[in-house]
C-alpha cells in the first residue's frame, strides 16, 4: 500500500514538471507559484519515496540501471543545469535581456528535478553547497569561463551561448534517457529536454530578429569532453 502511494506520489510530481517545462519560455515570468508546487511535490517524493534497494512488486521482472552509472549520469545533468542557470544568470545582469532572467528561473526548476532523483535514490548531491560558478566537475567549470568569456563580447555572442547551452542539453540528455532503464528517471529527462527544446526555439528567435537568419543557424560550438 505505502509502495502504491509512493508511486502515486512521484507520478503527480513528474505531471507537475511537465506542465511547468511545457510553458513557451516567453511565459515563464508566471513561474514563481507554479515552482513553488513543484518543489513542493518533489519534496514530499523525495521523503515518501521507498529506500534504495527496497523491493517493489515488479522488481523480479525490472531491469535496472546500473547505479554507478545512473549515479554519475545523474550528478552530471544536475551540474549542467546548475551551469545553465548561472551562466544565463551572469548574461541577464550583463544585457538586461529579460529571456536569460526568465529562462534561468526555468533552470532552476530543472536542477530541481534532478535533485529529486538523487535524493530518491540516496545519491551525493555534487551541487550541495556550492555558489553560483562553481562545479565539481573540472570540466564544467572550464566551460562555464569559456561561455562567460564569449557570452561577455556581445548580446549576439550571449545568445549564441545560449543556444549552444541548449542544443548541448539536448544531445547529453538523448544519450542518457537512450541508456536509463528506470522509467521515473527517462520521463524526468524526457520532460527537462522538451524544456530545452522551448528554450533552444526563445534564442534562436532572439538571434534571428537581430542577425538575420542564415547567421542564427549558425554554430560556432565547443565540444565536451563527456
Known sequence: MKADRSRHLFTVAVAALSVALALPTL???RLPQEDRALLAASQTVAT?????????PDALTATATDPSSLAADLA?????????????????????????????????????????LLDRYGFTDPAADLPAGSYADPHLQELYDALIARGSVSIEEALAVGKLIEQT??????????????????AVYENLRAGSVNHLAAFEKQLSGRI?????NANRGFRRGR
Not at 48 to 56: L, Y
Not at 175 to 186: G, L, N, Q, S, Y
Not at 212 to 216: F, H
Open 27 to 29: 511565459a515563464f515570468g
Open 48 to 56: 515518501t519515496a521507498p529506500a534504495p534497494g527496497a523491493v517493489q
Open 169 to 186: 542539453d539536448i544531445a547529453d540528455l538523448d544519450e542518457r534517457i537512450e541508456r536509463t532503464d528506470e522509467a521515473d528517471v527517462a
Open 76 to 116: 552530471f545533468m544536475r551540474e549542467e543545469e546548475k551551469l545553465a542557470r548561472d551562466v544565463y544568470t551572469v548574461l541577464a545582469q550583463k544585457w538586461g535581456l529579460r529571456t536569460f532572467s526568465n529562462i534561468a528561473r526555468s533552470e532552476q526548476v530543472h536542477m530541481d528535478a534532478v535533485l529529486v
Open 212 to 216: 538575420g537568419p542564415s547567421s542564427a
